[in-house]
């Protein structure tokens, strides 16, 4: 199936780098005006700070600031999150992963990639249950390849139910929880977190950053 193929592209050029994701307070995304198509990465912001007060700008957005005058000192910094509004879902990731949106007659698949740690949000236009998908991509791994079992998470104000899968590649063990979502409409979908495990088959320390991130800003509408 197309939506695993990718999974397993992504598996193979994944690098054995962490990656430290600073963390910050939260800002509040709802207060700007960011409008995107389903193909759309999701905007940086910009953080000016000047006598001792922060504004943030969305990247490409006209916003003023009174309280800056002629001869003022400013610093400007990148704001270390991005918010991907996509599939009636909403959660923060690093800025520093890629993008990349498929848009089929068969799925709608949006990735987000690191370097250890990839998230996959994916709405199967036929919807498909959380255990055919995985056993999918059993198939495609090889079932001597993998181990699963059932697993259920909250994440935020959500509770989750899915899959944790286990493979081992060419000697490479990667983990990829597969999570069943149902938005507000009664619609289906999944939510893939995809991580490369250290040489002691521990959690990245990516994976560990990124998801806290995740578990303090997701969100089903």
């Known amino acids: 199936m197309r939506k695993t193929s990718i999974i397993i592209t992504s598996l193979l050029s994944m690098l054995c ?7 910050e307070s939260k800002i509040k995304f709802k207060d700007f005006e960011i409008s995107l198509s389903k193909d759309e990465e999701p905007p940086l ?24 005058t002629k001869n003022s000192d400013i610093t400007i910094r990148v704001y270390d999150w991005k918010l ?21 007659i ?17 709405r199967p236009i036929i919807e ?16 001597s390849n993998c181990t699963k079992q059932e697993i259920s ?5 959500s509770k989750l139910n899915g899959i944790k899968l286990s493979v081992n590649l060419a000697g490479i063990d990667i983990e990829l929880d597969v999570f069943e979502i ?15 495990l250290t040489d002691s ?16 800003t997701f969100k089903i509408n």
């Not at 149902?182 to 991580?195: A, C, E, H, L």
């Open 17 to 23: 780098i962490s990656c430290d994701q600073k963390q």
């Open 128 to 143: 498909t249950e959380v255990k055919e998908y995985v056993d999918d991509m059993i198939t495609e791994f090889g079932p």
């Open 84 to 104: 991907f509004p996509h599939n009636n879902i909403e959660f923060e990731y690093p800025r520093t992963y890629s993008f990349e949106a498929d848009l089929s």
């Open 182 to 196: 149902i938005d507000k409409n009664g619609k289906k979908s999944f939510i893939v977190f995809q991580d490369s």
């Open 153 to 157: 998470k909250r994440i935020n104000n």
């Open 106 to 122: 068969i799925n709608d698949i949006w990735t987000l990639s690191g370097n250890d740690f990839t998230i996959m949000v994916i």
């Open 45 to 68: 912001i910009f953080g000016i700070s000047s006598e001792g007060k922060t504004q943030y700008f969305v990247e490409n957005q006209t916003r003023k600031w009174n309280l800056l």
């Open 201 to 216: 088959k521990e959690n990245s320390k990516e994976s560990i950053n990124t998801m806290k991130r995740i578990e303090q």
